[in-house]
Nanobody
């Protein structure tokens, strides 16, 4: 079992920056990769970014590439999502996820709200 807790969400103006954090606990040794997803009201959940847990490989959705950065600190069992040049369309609940078997995402955090005003 893996437990995930997100933090760092909030309200920011367009063009601003925000950093989200996700701390994992439990059987963290089994994590293959971690990532971020988001879901806006009336929209389906969409992939944002992912990072390998043992090997530093990253992946980004086209809509955030060049603006968002994903990183990790294994000593703290934490993954970060640095969001720059935020746009109103980035407004959503952001969820941290862990993949322990690949290719499916099996564990999810509770979500943290990010609101970008114009």
């Amino acid at each position: 079992q893996v437990q995930l807790v997100e933090s760092g969400g909030g309200l920011v103006q367009a063009g601003g920056s925000l950093r989200l954090s996700c701390t994992a606990s439990g059987q963290t040794f089994s994590i293959y990769r971690m990532g971020w997803f988001r879901q806006a009201p009336g929209k389906e959940r969409e992939f944002v970014a992912a990072i390998g847990w043992r090997v530093w490989t990253t992946e980004f959705a086209g809509s955030v590439k060049g603006r968002f950065t994903i990183s990790r600190d294994n000593a703290k069992n934490t993954v970060y999502l640095q969001m720059n040049s935020l746009k109103p369309e980035d407004t959503a609940v952001y969820y941290c996820a862990a993949d322990v078997t690949g290719p499916n995402w099996g564990y999810w955090g509770q979500g943290t709200q990010v609101t970008v005003s114009s």
